[in-house]
């Protein structure tokens, strides 16, 4: 068995694995800049499927690219399988004019979608390929591939730990001769999800007390969720709306309810919150105390645009940032400048501007505890980080574990 890093880092997730005849990408993600970029080309008539390991957009974002003819089909759990598909509708709504594929192609894609369940081993050509519980977001997988007396571990994006809305990854991921690893936090643990859960109740209590409004930009797949239940989870007392295509995904996740830790708090949380749909709610919104949880979770689009301009600039009002912001996002200004666009000119916000680190990713210590759980003597390729973590991962593998671990590089050819 071969694997090929067609890219590595963080925006346009891709890897070709080869065995004899048969050929399969593990994600072909798009990196979601204004002209978007993606990974190294792979003739779509070499390969047999893709196999998704999760629905965000830098690991699935390029995959209609593949679908153009038809001829193929794409592997993946059934959340997967419609999230992905909302969001890159979305992606061909805001990026359309730069993209090399359309909707009809997103539509050839999901017409070959074939859906598998977490333990529920598949077979693809010479590969036999089995999903496990990556705990990042709804239907994330571990995806485990065999081939010719080989078996290669693929993290994808994994979150070790447990939070209100998922039950954390699965531990027993058995031998592998190859683990491809993210890096993403490979040099930092984060703080404990209590104390972050904590904080932002404490915080979000003390902007609506104050007569202030609240606007936590999330992102629409699982943080939204993840926000709002633990507000419920405190017995917060005031109002909650929620925004934009986060309601789409609440409906596709009470649909798939056995992805998820506790549906039953889900659901009782989504029972209190109001749904946004309309413009006269938007306006009505901005001028009562409360929490308004809405994506783009780095203020680059959707309704948090409306919210942070009429909210920005009234120094009773507050900004919780929940999700990783991208350098030269806006979300990203706001943190490192205090600066916002206000009336088409960047202006000095007046609210109060919180972080809290509600990240979907392992750290460090929980990184390194499930791959050290991971039997057998595999080589690693640490991918999915910014060159430094990548580095800094393999190095701490090598001299921790013994093991061989390389930072891999796109267009790197690695053996099984």
Same mark, same amino acid.
């Given at each position: 068995?071969?694997?090929?890093?067609? +890219?590595?880092?963080?925006?346009? @997730? %891709?890897?070709?694995?080869?065995?004899?005849?048969? $050929?399969? &990408?593990?994600?072909? !993600?798009?990196?979601?800049?204004?002209?978007?970029?993606?990974?190294?080309?792979?003739?779509p008539?070499?390969?047999?499927?893709?196999?998704?390991?999760?629905?965000?957009?830098?690991?699935?974002?390029?995959?209609p690219?593949?679908?153009?003819?038809?001829?193929?089909?794409?592997?993946?759990?059934?959340?997967?399988?419609?999230?992905?598909?909302?969001?890159?509708?979305?992606?061909?709504?805001?990026?359309?004019?730069?993209?090399?594929?359309?909707?009809?192609?997103?539509?050839?894609?999901?017409?070959?979608?074939?859906?598998?369940?977490?333990?529920?081993?598949?077979?693809?050509?010479?590969?036999?390929?089995?999903?496990?519980? +990556?705990?990042?977001?709804?239907? @994330? %997988?571990?995806?485990?591939?065999?081939?010719?007396? $080989?078996? &290669?571990?693929?993290? !994808?994006?994994?979150?070790?730990?447990?939070?209100?809305?998922?039950?954390?990854?699965?531990?027993?991921?058995?031998?592998?001769?190859?683990?491809?690893?993210?890096?993403?936090?490979?040099?930092?643990?984060?703080?404990?999800?209590?104390?972050?859960?904590?904080?932002?109740?404490?915080?979000?209590?003390?902007?609506?007390?104050?007569?202030g409004?609240?606007?936590?930009?999330?992102?629409?797949?699982?943080?939204?969720?993840?926000?709002?239940?633990?507000?419920?989870?405190?017995?917060?007392?005031?109002?909650?709306?929620?925004?934009?295509?986060?309601?789409?995904?609440?409906?596709?996740?009470?649909r798939?309810?056995?992805?998820?830790?506790?549906?039953?708090?889900?659901?009782?949380?989504?029972?209190?919150?109001?749904?946004?749909?309309?413009?006269?709610?938007?306006?009505?919104?901005?001028k009562?105390?409360?929490?308004?949880?809405?994506?783009?979770?780095?203020?680059?689009?959707?309704?948090?645009?409306?919210?942070?301009?009429?909210?920005?600039?009234?120094?009773?009002?507050?900004?919780?940032?929940?999700?990783?912001?991208?350098?030269?996002?806006?979300?990203?200004?706001?943190?490192?400048?205090?600066?916002?666009?206000?009336?088409?000119?960047?202006?000095?916000v007046?609210?109060?501007?919180?972080?809290?680190?509600?990240?979907?990713?392992?750290?460090?210590?929980?990184?390194?505890?499930?791959?050290r759980?991971?039997?057998?003597s595999?080589?690693?390729?640490?991918?999915?980080?910014e060159?430094?973590?990548?580095?800094?991962?393999?190095?701490?593998?090598?001299?921790?574990?013994?093991?061989?671990?390389?930072?891999?590089?796109?267009?790197?050819?690695?053996?099984?």
């Open positions: 068995m071969k694997v090929l890093g067609a +890219a590595r880092q963080v925006g346009r @997730s %891709a890897f070709l694995v080869s065995h004899k005849d048969s $050929k399969i &990408l593990l994600d072909y !993600g798009a990196m979601t800049t204004k002209v978007p970029g993606f990974p190294m080309h792979v003739a008539k070499e390969i047999k499927a893709i196999v998704l390991s999760h629905a965000h957009l830098d690991h699935s974002g390029a995959a690219l593949h679908f153009l003819s038809g001829n193929m089909k794409l592997h993946a759990t059934p959340v997967t399988s419609e999230l992905s598909n909302l969001l890159i509708q979305d992606f061909i709504k805001i990026s359309g004019q730069y993209l090399p594929f359309e909707f009809l192609d997103l539509m050839a894609m999901n017409s070959n979608t074939v859906n598998h369940g977490y333990m529920e081993p598949f077979q693809i050509g010479d590969f036999n390929i089995q999903f496990y519980d +990556a705990g990042h977001i709804p239907g @994330s %997988a571990v995806v485990a591939v065999e081939a010719g007396n $080989k078996r &290669l571990v693929y993290t !994808g994006d994994i979150n070790g730990d447990e939070t209100n809305l998922l039950a954390g990854s699965w531990k027993n991921l058995g031998e592998a001769d190859m683990v491809i690893t993210e890096s993403t936090y490979a040099t930092a643990d984060h703080p404990g999800r209590a104390k972050a859960e904590e904080e932002l109740v404490e915080f979000s209590n003390a902007v609506v007390e104050r007569g409004i609240l606007l936590v930009p999330a992102f629409s797949v699982g943080r939204a969720q993840e926000i709002a239940m633990t507000l419920v989870k405190s017995g917060f007392k005031h109002p909650i709306a929620m925004d934009g295509m986060a309601l789409k995904v609440n409906g596709i996740l009470l798939y309810q056995e992805y998820l830790r506790d549906p039953t708090a889900l659901r009782r949380t989504l029972e209190t919150l109001e749904e946004v749909t309309s413009w006269t709610q938007r306006r009505r919104l901005i009562k105390p409360g929490v308004i949880i809405s994506p783009a979770g780095m203020l680059v689009g959707g309704a948090s645009i409306f919210y942070n301009e009429h909210l920005s600039m009234d120094e009773k009002n507050g900004i919780a940032i929940v999700s990783f912001q991208v350098p030269g996002t806006p979300g990203r200004t706001l943190i490192e400048k205090g600066l916002t666009i206000y009336r088409g000119k960047p202006t000095k007046k609210a109060e501007v919180r972080r809290f680190d509600f990240s979907s990713h392992s750290g460090k210590s929980s990184l390194l505890s499930d791959l759980g991971i039997r057998g595999p080589k690693f390729l640490t991918v999915h980080g060159e430094e973590s990548c580095l800094a991962l393999a190095e701490e593998l090598h001299q921790g574990f013994g093991a061989e671990a390389t930072a891999a590089m796109p267009g790197q050819e690695f053996t099984v």
